[in-house]
């Protein structure tokens, strides 16, 4: 059987922080986030301090594992949350930020509907009205930030010998 035979989320979430770390604002070279990490950013406030600096936060959030056909196959369906958090300290300024943060991050999940192939990803997709503009309070500090939520699906075979037991 082709594929592999053990799902791999972990290339998925490393995946998800490669995309994110190469997004760029439309039409110029900047990169967006000036940290992009799995899980929550310790002393976020530190991050965001500047007038222009954005951070992203990337979390597992459901997790499913079924058999899809018969031989074997297991599709793996996860979703992820990414979180980007601006500075709220010019709220104004804090509120057009956000909204060219959010543009800037959903470029590449319109274009790359694989992910690479990361840990055997066959599609993944933008969840059907998951964005959410927000006010976080961290750090003793109100935050502007932006939550979208990202589906994959892995395919994945049961090893042979012993393949599938009754």
Same mark, same amino acid.
């Given at each position: 059987?082709?594929?592999? %035979?053990?799902?791999?989320?972990?290339? /998925?979430?490393? +995946?998800? #922080?490669?995309?994110?770390?190469?997004?760029? =604002?439309?039409?110029? @070279?900047?990169?967006?986030?000036?940290?992009?990490?799995?899980?929550?950013?310790? *002393?976020?406030?530190?991050?965001?301090?500047? +007038?222009?600096?954005?951070?992203?936060?990337? =979390?597992?959030?459901? *997790?499913?594992?079924?058999?899809? %056909?018969?031989?074997?196959?297991?599709?793996?369906?996860?979703?992820?949350?990414?979180?980007?958090? #601006?500075?709220? *300290?010019? +709220?104004?300024?804090?509120?057009?930020?956000? =909204?060219?943060?959010? *543009?800037?991050? /959903? #470029?590449?999940?319109?274009?790359?509907? %694989?992910?690479?192939?990361?840990? @055997?990803? =066959?599609? @993944?997709?933008?969840?059907?009205?998951?964005?959410?503009?927000?006010?976080?309070?961290?750090?003793?500090?109100?935050?502007?930030?932006?939550?979208?939520?990202?589906?994959?699906?892995?395919?994945?075979? #049961?090893?042979?010998?012993?393949?599938?037991?009754?």
């Amino acid at each position: 059987m082709p594929g592999t %035979t053990a799902p791999n989320t972990l290339a /998925i979430a490393n +995946a998800l #922080v490669g995309f994110c770390q190469a997004v760029t =604002y439309p039409a110029t @070279s900047t990169i967006v986030y000036d940290v992009v990490q799995l899980g929550e950013i310790k *002393d976020i406030t530190d991050r965001v301090s500047g +007038a222009s600096s954005a951070c992203l936060e990337i =979390y597992a959030h459901k *997790d499913n594992s079924q058999h899809f %056909t018969f031989g074997g196959k297991l599709r793996d369906d996860q979703t992820w949350f990414l979180l980007s958090l #601006v500075n709220l *300290d010019n +709220a104004q300024n804090a509120e057009q930020m956000i =909204y060219q943060v959010r *543009d800037a991050l /959903i #470029v590449p999940f319109q274009v790359h509907a %694989t992910l690479g192939n990361a840990g @055997s990803v =066959y599609h @993944s997709q933008i969840q059907p009205s998951s964005g959410k503009f927000l006010k976080i309070f961290r750090n003793g500090q109100w935050l502007r930030a932006h939550l979208i939520e990202i589906q994959t699906w892995q395919e994945w075979f #049961v090893p042979t010998p012993p393949g599938v037991i009754a």
